[in-house]
């Protein structure tokens, strides 16, 4: 018997709105909104879909404390917004991050970047 998983949630691609709603969330700054939105490929789509569904976003203060413990480079502006940086691969790594793909192992402290959504409990 083969088995048939929705996998579609973990694989859609935020729409145009959705990336100009998550570039414009009142914890992000984005210096050009055009070049953001031309710029974001299928990756940054995915990520941005889960973190927008995931809520991480309304603790800004305690993002910025973690992203520093495992050397994510997080900037924030004068009004707290998150610096979203116009390099990709920062970007990326600010995505992940948001998505919570870093973790920390509780045997050795490693930290370690995930490629799996797997709960351990």
Not at 108 to 116: D, G, I, K, L
Request: proline letters at 3%.
């Amino acid at each position: 018997m083969s088995r048939v998983f929705d996998l579609s949630e973990f694989y859609r691609e935020a729409t145009n709105d959705e990336v100009e709603a998550f570039a414009t969330h009142e914890k992000m700054a984005v210096a050009d909104l055009q070049n953001f939105l031309a710029s974001a490929g299928p990756l940054i789509r995915r990520k941005i879909s889960l973190i927008s569904q995931s809520g991480i976003l309304e603790t800004t203060e305690q993002l910025v404390a973690v992203a520093q413990i495992f050397n994510v480079p997080m900037n924030v502006n004068e009004q707290g917004r998150i610096i979203l940086p116009t390099n990709k691969t920062e970007l990326r790594q600010i995505l992940r991050f948001l998505d919570e793909d870093y973790y920390e192992s509780p045997l050795s402290q490693s930290r370690f970047v995930s490629n799996s959504k797997r709960r351990a409990d």
